[in-house]
């Protein structure tokens, strides 16, 4: 019985290995250094110069009001979901991202390991002859 033993590389294609660990391995270290540069903050949750924090959790606090005396209720899991849902969008819509000055030099290394190694993921994906 002869078995034909072939190699399946990334993507299901022959060959792209080495494309694909190397790509791999210049993306992470591209994302890693460019990540490392930004710096996330927050601020205030405001509408119209007041802080509506507090006003954000009115509707959870219903919901949560309404499982408690009755766990089945749909109006109580529809604020809760509600509740949960203007929170996060709240803490997304108030972050401040920044990227910290660096060095031209740097920041050219950072995107061209980041898109060169995306492009080499992307090669490794390609049938190879």
Not at 77 to 105: A, D, E, H, K, R
Not at 110 to 125: D, E, N, W
Request: net charge neutral.
């Amino acid at each position: 019985m002869h078995i034909k033993e072939k190699f399946i590389g990334p993507g299901g294609t022959q060959g792209g290995f080495l494309e694909f660990f190397l790509g791999l391995a210049m993306t992470v270290i591209g994302a890693y250094l460019l990540t490392n540069r930004v710096v996330v903050t927050t601020g205030f949750w405001n509408l119209w110069g007041y802080n509506t924090f507090g006003l954000s959790l009115l509707p959870l606090t219903f919901g949560v009001a309404f499982l408690f005396f009755n766990g089945k209720s749909i109006i109580g899991w529809i604020l809760v979901f509600i509740g949960v849902l203007i929170i996060f969008v709240g803490v997304l819509m108030n972050l401040n991202i920044y990227f910290q000055p660096t060095s031209l030099f740097n920041t050219l290394i950072m995107l061209l390991l980041l898109a060169g190694g995306l492009g080499l993921i992307a090669r490794s994906l390609v049938e190879h002859e």
